[in-house]
């Protein structure tokens, strides 16, 4: 997705309204105002496998009724190239398992980080990414 694509549907899927309000509002700055919140992944899911076709789902990684990653590999099964980014209060929980998924720590600035990798269309995992200014990963 960039700058061309501002239109294009992003799905945001987090439990806290709060970090939903925040990266929303960033995405709707910078000009992307098709941003559809969740805040229940099954919900989300069930209208993805109806036919809901998003260019992005940004999910958080711990939720109570499923965590992200587990969403976003059954969105795989009828989306095979979704492009997605995990954010998470704890990073290393969701790079514990193999995944090609962006992971972003959820920091007061995730909002203005999500907006850069949306304008680069950089959704891939880096083998080596930093959180609170430690490489981890590998």
């Known amino acids: 997705m960039s700058n061309q694509e501002k239109g294009e549907r992003i799905i945001l899927v987090d439990d806290d309204p709060v970090w939903s309000w925040i990266i929303e509002k960033e ?3 910078a000009g992307y105002e098709n941003v559809v919140v969740y805040d229940d992944p099954r919900i989300a ?3 993805i496998k109806r036919g809901l076709r998003p260019a ?3 999910s958080d990684f711990k939720m109570p009724v499923m965590n992200g990653l587990d969403m976003l ?3 795989e099964t009828c989306h095979p190239k979704i492009e997605a980014i995990i954010v998470s209060t704890e990073p290393s929980l969701a790079l514990r398992e193999a995944h090609r998924f962006r992971v972003l720590d959820k920091t007061h600035d995730i909002g203005s980080r999500i907006v850069k990798i949306v304008k680069k269309g950089d959704y891939w995992q880096h083998q080596a990414e930093f959180v609170h200014g430690e490489m981890i990963g590998k």
Do not use: A, P, Q, S
Request: hydrophobic fraction near 50%; charge should be negative.
């Open 45 to 47: 899911l069930e209208e």
């Open 73 to 75: 590999r059954e969105i």
């Open 27 to 29: 995405l709707n700055k």
């Open 56 to 58: 992005l789902v940004i």
